[in-house]
């Protein structure tokens, strides 16, 4: 079946931009119709010139169309080249905004064991008129991956799925304004710093990144790292660059923009795996020169870069991460094991929260919101930074793909389920946690169905297909 679970949740999020009225807790609120897409499924969808851009699949072929979110105002802007292959179809990826157009992939795919495996693709650039909308000449088998932005240039890296090529790309949105601007370049993680880009990137395939620059200019694009080293989670802070260097366990680094004065915070060994920063400090896990492993400070200086509590025995990395007034809130995992912490910069002020896998971190309301599935619930959770403020809100079966997005003053999650998708509202509380109608038959069939059978005492279904995604809803 052509389908994926990406389609459920931005169509989803579409319904939560135009706005979901509240309700009593567990009711149920009716979304309206506003546009059919002419039958097609979205697959893409940015905000864009105060409406949605949508990219939609139509069995061979995409379309482009744009919605202001009225009936009226949702219209076809553009139809995409077929596909000539019987069992391929069409798509649309790595939708990013240039100058004043867009940039985006049109994906020739196919079904491989039950997941999408690319056949062909090309770039396209689009100002939001069907004469505006084209393929980049010289983009044929070519996928993109944003890099970053200065001013309005757009960096992107481009990847040949057939031969490993890579290039690095600039774009003011228009086709003569779109060029490679470092060939044989793979980049990622671009930060903006006085008017300058920095990313990293490796100049061949099967090399480690190191630290690059650029200005927009083929002479003012180069590794501040000529001697070789790698790059890796790169941030900026109170005006300096700061990066992991080397590859398992690498060493922090500062680089202030010029080769002279990149150096490392940790000269007397030790590592970094990744950061998060709160109030022009560093944190992050690591380990000492003699192996101990702990969650680090740095402030930035050689002398203020030090370990400051265990949090683990063993070795440990962080995954999601939030600020929190003056409190970071993060997941820790250690041996695949998943737990929710808290620091404030001080080993006394360094506690676990609770174990599981915490997602989606969200601050709402001055606390944090996330999903979690725990014997104390699954479904919706909320931590003040605290072991007593943190508890359980609203139970929500979170099977498949999961997402949630604070909007306009309310938490808006959702799940994936075979037959549809369940989509939440909440104002952080129990009584202010909706669930907002799903408008496919197929999903209120299967609710009446697990009704019945949960009734009989057997097991739920969860094995009917998802249906195609045709209908834009507010």
């Known amino acids: 079946m052509k389908t994926s679970l990406k389609p459920v949740v931005v169509s989803l999020l579409f319904v939560a931009v135009l706005g979901v009225a509240a309700g009593p807790a567990h009711s149920t609120t009716e979304a309206t119709r506003v546009s059919d897409l ?65 940039i985006f992939d049109y994906l020739e795919v ?34 993109t991956s944003y890099v970053g932005k200065l001013g309005n240039i757009t960096y992107f890296g481009t990847s040949d799925y057939s031969f490993d090529v890579h290039n690095f790309w600039r774009s003011d949105g228009t086709l003569g304004g779109t060029y ?24 061949s395939s099967g090399t480690r990144p190191s630290l690059w620059r650029t200005d927009g200019t083929a002479e003012g694009t180069y590794t501040l790292q000529p001697g070789g080293g790698s790059c890796y989670s790169l941030v900026e802070m109170g005006g300096i660059l ?47 020169n003699t192996g101990v492993p702990g969650l680090f400070r740095s402030d930035g200086t050689v002398s203020g870069t030090y370990r400051i509590a265990e949090i683990s025995p063993e070795r440990f990395y962080t995954g999601e991460s939030v600020v929190l007034g003056d409190t970071a809130i993060f997941d820790v995992v250690v041996s695949g094991s998943h737990s929710l912490w808290r620091t404030d910069g001080t080993s006394e002020g360094t506690i676990r929260l609770m174990y599981g896998y915490a997602q989606f971190l969200t601050v709402f309301g001055g606390a944090v919101y996330f999903l979690a599935d725990e014997t104390g619930g699954t479904g919706l959770w909320k931590t003040d930074g605290t072991t007593a403020g943190t508890g359980f809100v609203f139970d929500a079966d979170l ?52 009704a019945e059978v949960t009734a009989a005492g057997t097991v739920p279904v969860k094995n009917l297909p998802p249906p195609p995604i045709s209908e834009i809803w507010s």
């Open 38 to 102: 002419g039958g097609g499924k979205i697959v893409a969808m940015l905000p864009w010139n105060g409406g949605l851009w949508l990219g939609v699949e139509d069995g061979q072929h995409g379309e482009i169309w744009f919605s202001d979110g009225t009936a009226a105002g949702t219209v076809q802007v553009k139809e995409l080249p077929e596909t000539t292959v019987q069992d391929h179809w069409m798509t649309i990826g790595g939708v990013t905004e240039a100058g004043n157009g867009l």
């Open 110 to 143: 196919y079904d491989f064991f039950g997941w999408p495996n690319l056949a062909a693709s090309s770039i396209w650039l689009s100002d939001g008129t069907d004469a505006g909308t084209a393929m980049l000449p010289i983009s044929e088998n070519t996928y």
């Open 180 to 203: 490679v601007l470092k060939p044989d370049l793979h980049a990622n993680g671009g930060r903006e710093l006085d008017n300058v880009m920095y990313f990293y990137g490796a100049p």
């Open 242 to 288: 700061y990066f992991v260097n080397g590859f398992p366990g690498g060493r922090l680094f500062r680089s202030d923009g010029t080769v002279e004065a990149t150096y490392t915070l940790q000269p007397g060994g030790g590592t970094c795996d990744g950061f998060l920063v709160m109030e022009n400090v560093l944190y992050f896990p690591g380990e000492t």
């Open 399 to 450: 099977w498949g793909d999961i997402n949630m997005v604070a909007i306009d003053g309310q938490l808006l999650f959702w799940c994936q389920l075979p037959a549809g998708a369940d989509l939440y509202t909440s104002d952080g509380t129990a009584a202010g946690t909706v669930l907002v109608d799903t408008p496919w038959q197929a999903e209120k069939q299967l609710r009446s169905q697990n």
